[in-house]
């Protein structure tokens, strides 16, 4: 299956779908201009994804991205720990702590979710975190839509084959964002895009997307000369107008002299990152942080108070390690310049 002219793309170039740093704005942008845009529906409201998918419906197609993750038992005592570990930043700041809560702030994919794609019927949809249970697999691909997934090592990719999907996204270590690994926790199994790509390429029949570090021309045309059918870019569109990224965010990403790293503090699951204050001083990665996603709500205020003094202290400022190509121009001038090293679309 060819993936692009299944999906009557221009580019072979896909959009990463960035929970919190995006809505239907970027996503129609990228479509319309020739790439394949993305919806990131982990942090929605069944309500608001169903309004996001009406407002996009019929312009063309959309990639739907869900979490898989496990929801895990309430963890009162860690996260009492992690408040306390906190508190001396509320002291700094002058803020009261959140209220206690061990309520996850992002659901995985489920009954209600699925019952959305059924309605809408977009044209991908995608996972991070594996994928759902067998019988909502079944019902998503009965609606005709092409179901991709993330593979972090080779391991990752044969079990993603051997479920069905249609095309798998290498996601290799330079990503920004979260990890989509399911199998092992180990991050020393993880490995750069260039290295992951040609071993998933030759373990797996189904086509490959690359991910992680492609953020310019160079690299887009060095992941397809590799074999890869198309890429998946996220850091790149961070700075277009139509993605909602937070002021200190985009300041954060146009300083390409400062570093990324992997961070378990700011979510409980590990994510690069640009490195701000609460990873230098509880992290980068730390096992005193409650489960992914029980820790999201316990920073809540102190990053509304950093931010409203111009500082990402606290903020997940998620970047890949290749931020050279970000640019505040429209996503559209963005695609064209990422594929203009690429032969001209017939």
């Given at each position: 299956m060819n993936l692009i002219a299944r999906l009557g793309l221009r580019y072979p170039i896909l959009q990463a779908p960035m929970a919190g740093a995006q809505d239907e704005a970027l996503a129609l942008a990228v479509t319309a201009a020739g790439g394949l845009g993305a919806l990131p529906a982990?942090?929605?409201?069944?309500?608001?994804?169903?309004?996001?998918?009406?407002?996009?419906?019929?312009?063309?197609?959309?990639?739907?991205?869900?979490?898989?993750?496990?929801?895990?038992?309430?963890?009162?005592?860690?996260?009492?720990?992690?408040?306390?570990?906190?508190?001396?930043?509320?002291?700094?700041?002058?803020?009261?702590?959140?209220?206690?809560?061990?309520?996850?702030?992002?659901?995985?994919?489920?009954?209600?979710?699925?019952?959305?794609?059924?309605?809408?019927?977009?044209?991908?949809?995608?996972?991070?975190?594996?994928?759902?249970?067998?019988?909502?697999?079944?019902?998503?691909?009965?609606?005709?839509?092409?179901?991709?997934?993330?593979?972090?090592?080779?391991?990752?990719?044969?079990?993603?084959?051997?479920?069905?999907?249609?095309?798998?996204?290498?996601?290799?270590?330079?990503?920004?964002?979260?990890?989509?690994?399911?199998?092992?926790?180990?991050?020393?199994?993880?490995?750069?895009?260039?290295?992951?790509?040609?071993?998933?390429?030759?373990?797996?029949?189904?086509p490959v997307i690359a991910a992680g570090g492609i953020g310019d021309p160079d690299a887009v045309e060095a992941a397809l000369a590799l074999g890869a059918e198309a890429v998946q870019v996220g850091t790149a569109f961070l700075c277009c107008p139509e993605a909602t990224t937070r002021a200190v965010h985009r300041r954060a990403l146009l300083e390409p002299d400062t570093p990324t790293a992997i961070t378990n503090v700011l979510t409980g699951r590990p994510a690069r990152g640009i490195v701000n204050r609460v990873m230098r001083e509880l992290g980068p990665l730390s096992t005193a942080v409650p489960d992914f996603p029980l820790v999201t709500g316990s920073l809540c205020e102190l990053r509304a108070a950093a931010e409203s003094q111009c500082r990402g202290d606290f903020s997940p400022l998620w970047s890949g390690e290749n931020r050279q190509g970000c640019r505040e121009v429209p996503a559209a001038e963005q695609l064209a310049w990422l594929a203009s090293k690429l032969p001209s679309p017939s």
């Amino acid at each position: 299956m060819n993936l692009i002219a299944r999906l009557g793309l221009r580019y072979p170039i896909l959009q990463a779908p960035m929970a919190g740093a995006q809505d239907e704005a970027l996503a129609l942008a990228v479509t319309a201009a020739g790439g394949l845009g993305a919806l990131p529906a982990g942090m929605l409201s069944m309500e608001g994804l169903d309004q996001a998918l009406t407002e996009i419906a019929g312009q063309g197609p959309l990639n739907v991205n869900f979490f898989c993750h496990h929801l895990p038992e309430p963890q009162p005592e860690r996260l009492q720990r992690w408040r306390e570990s906190l508190a001396p930043y509320h002291q700094e700041l002058g803020i009261e702590p959140p209220p206690p809560s061990d309520t996850p702030s992002r659901r995985p994919f489920d009954e209600e979710a699925c019952a959305q794609v059924e309605k809408h019927r977009p044209a991908v949809v995608s996972f991070h975190f594996g994928l759902p249970e067998a019988a909502l697999l079944e019902r998503v691909k009965a609606t005709g839509a092409l179901v991709l997934s993330s593979a972090t090592t080779v391991e990752e990719a044969r079990w993603l084959e051997q479920q069905g999907v249609d095309a798998i996204i290498a996601q290799g270590i330079e990503a920004g964002g979260h990890r989509g690994h399911f199998l092992s926790d180990d991050l020393s199994l993880q490995m750069g895009t260039m290295t992951l790509l040609p071993r998933i390429l030759e373990a797996v029949s189904v086509p490959v997307i690359a991910a992680g570090g492609i953020g310019d021309p160079d690299a887009v045309e060095a992941a397809l000369a590799l074999g890869a059918e198309a890429v998946q870019v996220g850091t790149a569109f961070l700075c277009c107008p139509e993605a909602t990224t937070r002021a200190v965010h985009r300041r954060a990403l146009l300083e390409p002299d400062t570093p990324t790293a992997i961070t378990n503090v700011l979510t409980g699951r590990p994510a690069r990152g640009i490195v701000n204050r609460v990873m230098r001083e509880l992290g980068p990665l730390s096992t005193a942080v409650p489960d992914f996603p029980l820790v999201t709500g316990s920073l809540c205020e102190l990053r509304a108070a950093a931010e409203s003094q111009c500082r990402g202290d606290f903020s997940p400022l998620w970047s890949g390690e290749n931020r050279q190509g970000c640019r505040e121009v429209p996503a559209a001038e963005q695609l064209a310049w990422l594929a203009s090293k690429l032969p001209s679309p017939s």
